[in-house]
């Protein structure tokens, strides 16, 4: 019998209601199921009622499957070319005259594109207003062990593969065989534990908001009402951008316009 024909899936999703994971509901089923099965394999059974008794009989597992359904690839400025593209629209985005441009990286994961907004935001104002404009990222997960590793601030060299090679020297410095990113960046970013499908925006208003290959776990009426959450968590002439396999889709389609079809750059219009 295979996992699609399991009928031990439902009676799973029950017994993991109040464990400290996200909406199940709330994610797409076929990707949910993918999810469970890295888990299942992990764990030596094959069937969900299987796994349902090693989850009450290992505690951590539950940590474990969290990681899974939150994981991420990520890296600092990964896919540059959306980072330079989104760089080009700042000067608009810091022409309103504020003391101080606020971001939210939602679905942070282990932090790396939280401090590669920081660092293209703190380049865009050193051009434009030096000393005149602070910068300010939320950083948001539902992943209490990711945080932990996003608020460390030290990664592997590889992390920074595709990190230019002037903001490197920059914003980073060694930390033994690992790499990690100088105080002055850590002033600028916060790391805070929020469910995506659940909670509102964790301190609107922001000038930009980043959530890039997060919502295509979700099932396409979540995707729609997390839409609105960020065009209402924007300023006027606040930016959104998404990751390049995802599509704004619903009503937020009437709230924003597209700055970049390709990049997935949009804006909320003043």
């Not at 939150?70 to 600092?76: D, H, Q």
Request: net charge neutral.
């Amino acid at each position: 019998m295979s996992l699609a024909e399991d009928p031990g899936f439902g009676s799973l999703l029950q017994r993991l209601e109040g464990r400290g994971l996200p909406p199940l509901q709330a994610y797409k089923e076929r990707c949910l199921r993918r999810r469970l099965a890295v888990r299942m394999r992990a764990c030596g059974v094959k069937t969900f009622a299987e796994y349902a008794d090693v989850l009450d009989l290992r505690p951590g597992e539950v940590d474990q499957l969290l990681q899974a359904l939150t994981i991420n690839v990520t890296g600092f400025f990964r896919n540059p070319e959306t980072w330079a593209r989104l760089a080009a629209a700042l000067p608009d985005l810091l022409a309103g005259g504020s003391d101080v441009v606020r971001a939210w990286s939602a679905g942070c994961a282990s932090g790396e594109e939280a401090w590669t907004t920081a660092i293209l935001l703190s380049t865009a104002v050193e051009r434009t207003a030096p000393g005149r404009v602070a910068v300010g990222v939320d950083a948001t997960d539902v992943d209490e062990v990711v945080l932990k590793e996003a608020r460390a601030g030290e990664y592997d060299p590889d992390a920074f593969r595709e990190m230019p090679a002037e903001p490197f020297r920059r914003w980073t410095e060694p930390a033994g065989s690992r790499v990690r990113v100088r105080d002055d960046l850590r002033g600028m970013v916060r790391f805070l534990r929020h469910d995506l499908a659940q909670g509102l925006a964790p301190d609107p208003p922001y000038d930009l908001v980043v959530c890039r290959n997060v919502l295509i776990y979700f099932e396409k009426s979540i995707q729609q009402d997390l839409f609105l959450r960020f065009a209402d968590a924007l300023r006027p002439g606040g930016l959104l951008l998404l990751g390049k396999v995802e599509t704004l889709h619903g009503p937020a389609r009437e709230r924003l316009e597209t700055i970049d079809t390709r990049e997935r750059i949009f804006r909320r219009p003043a």
